[in-house]
T-cell receptor
Framework: AQSVSQHNHHVILSEAASLELGCNYS??????LFWYVQYPGQHLQLLLK??????LVKGIKGFEAEFIKSKFSFNLRKPSVQWSDTAEYFC???????????FGQGTTLQVKP | NAGVTQTPKFRILKIGQSMTLQCTQD?????MYWYRQDPGMGLKLIYY???????DKGEVPNGYNVSRSTTEDFPLRLELAAPSQTSVYFC??????????????FGEGSRLTVL
């Protein structure tokens, strides 16, 4: 079955620490990849997306993600987190097979000031 | 623009009651979706619509119904509420399909508790 897996469920970091959140998917065919973020009390919003071209994509607020096709991964990174990055992060994948957007379980990031 | 608006934001239901979650968008998007979010489970697609008059099932459609009579509105109906439907529900819309890299625009969510 098609699935998206985020291995880190809850991450706690201090400000200025580096961040990497894992995302792996199991799909055949070509995929489009997304990271969404949900800040406390707010709705989900798009952080970044990949659909073709350079596998290293940059999003808002200094986030970036790298698509590694051989590893079926799309990990999210940020060199130095801020307290305002405290949020829940969702990886999502759509494939040519289904066209539907499937979400991972989400990772809660808590940044301590 | 208001974007995607969901009502109500909170609701408590008794087992067996029915209710409708309202969703409306003012962006003239063709595609609309209903997701539910459960702790540690991410978002699961309940139903989606590619345009007025067209709806289709997602991953977890059982216990729900939808309709799409206009481009703007996409209500989600629970006919016989069950405790398993306790969740946070999100409505979303997009101009293009996910496959065409369309960004989803989400509402603020509706928290439903069934007791």
């Amino acid at each position: 079955a098609q699935s998206v897996s985020q291995h880190n469920h809850h991450v706690i970091l201090s400000e200025a620490a580096s961040l990497e959140l894992g995302c792996n998917y199991s799909y055949g065919g070509t995929v489009n990849l997304f990271w969404y973020v949900q800040y406390p009390g707010q709705h989900l919003q798009l952080l970044l997306k990949y659909f073709s071209g350079d596998p290293l994509v940059k999003g808002i607020k200094g986030f970036e993600a790298e698509f590694i096709k051989s590893k079926f991964s799309f990990n999210l990174r940020k060199p130095s987190v801020q307290w305002s990055d405290t949020a829940e992060y969702f990886c999502a994948v759509s494939s040519s097979n289904t066209g539907k957007l499937i979400f991972g379980q989400g990772t809660t990031l808590q940044v301590k000031p | 623009n208001a974007g995607v608006t969901q009502t109500p934001k909170f609701r408590i239901l008794k087992i067996g009651q029915s209710m409708t979650l309202q969703c409306t968008q003012d962006m003239n998007h063709n595609y609309m979706y209903w997701y539910r979010q459960d702790p540690g489970m991410g978002l699961k697609l309940i139903y989606y619509s590619v345009g007025a008059g067209i709806t289709d099932k997602g991953e977890v459609p059982n216990g729900y119904n939808v309709s799409r009579s206009t481009t703007e509105d996409f209500p989600l109906r629970l006919e016989l509420a069950a405790p398993s439907q306790t969740s946070v529900y999100f409505c979303a819309s997009s101009y293009l399909t996910n496959w065409d890299t369309g960004e989803l625009f989400f509402g603020e969510g509706s928290r439903l508790t069934v007791l």
